[in-house]
């Protein structure tokens, strides 16, 4: 039983593998039909994309983002008057933000590396999905091998 486990995993690891080098392969970028014309997608795409780019934009959503969390994290332990169960509650949320917001750093690192050398959406998508499960992994096996979650 413990052979056929093992047979399975190595397989698996190999289709993975696999299904990486192909996409690493993987050149070019094709360009979509009636590409010349200006569409409304394109349009808030091109109008979200400038509100991205700009540096209030992310200097404003990092300190909101940080500001919530603080205050999360200041009212799971602080002596508020909060029942002990709504705190611990309270510090899993922040542990969970936190945990979410590397995952997404760690997904749009790998879309943006991948996008950046020339492969097209879907690709730089399985690029951060296979990042972002690399990371689940982790946290599997350190859960399982020290017990790092509560």
């Known amino acids: 039983m413990v052979s056929l486990t093992l047979l399975s995993t190595a397989l698996m690891g190999l289709l993975v593998v696999a299904t990486f080098v192909a996409v690493a392969q993987i050149g070019g970028q094709r360009t979509a039909p009636g590409a010349g014309s200006v569409s409304r997608y394109d349009a808030i795409v091109a109008t979200l994309g400038d509100i991205v780019r700009q540096p209030v934009t992310w200097a404003v959503t990092f300190v909101a983002i940080a500001v919530g969390i603080g205050a999360i994290a200041l009212l799971a332990v602080g002596n508020f008057g909060l029942s002990e169960a709504l705190s611990g509650s309270l510090l899993?949320?922040?542990?969970?933000?936190?945990?979410?917001?590397?995952?997404?750093?760690?997904?749009?690192?790998?879309?943006?590396?991948?996008?950046?050398?020339?492969?097209?959406?879907?690709?730089?998508?399985?690029?951060?999905?296979?990042?972002?499960?690399?990371?689940?992994?982790?946290?599997?096996?350190?859960?399982?091998?020290?017990?790092?979650?509560?």
Do not use: K, M, W
């Not at 097209?120 to 096996?141: D, K, M, Q, R």
């Open 92 to 150: 899993t949320v922040v542990y969970a933000i936190v945990g979410l917001l590397l995952t997404g750093f760690v997904f749009l690192g790998a879309y943006f590396g991948a996008r950046g050398r020339g492969l097209g959406n879907a690709h730089g998508v399985a690029a951060g999905s296979f990042a972002s499960g690399l990371v689940f992994l982790v946290l599997i096996a350190a859960e399982l091998l020290i017990g790092i979650v509560g």
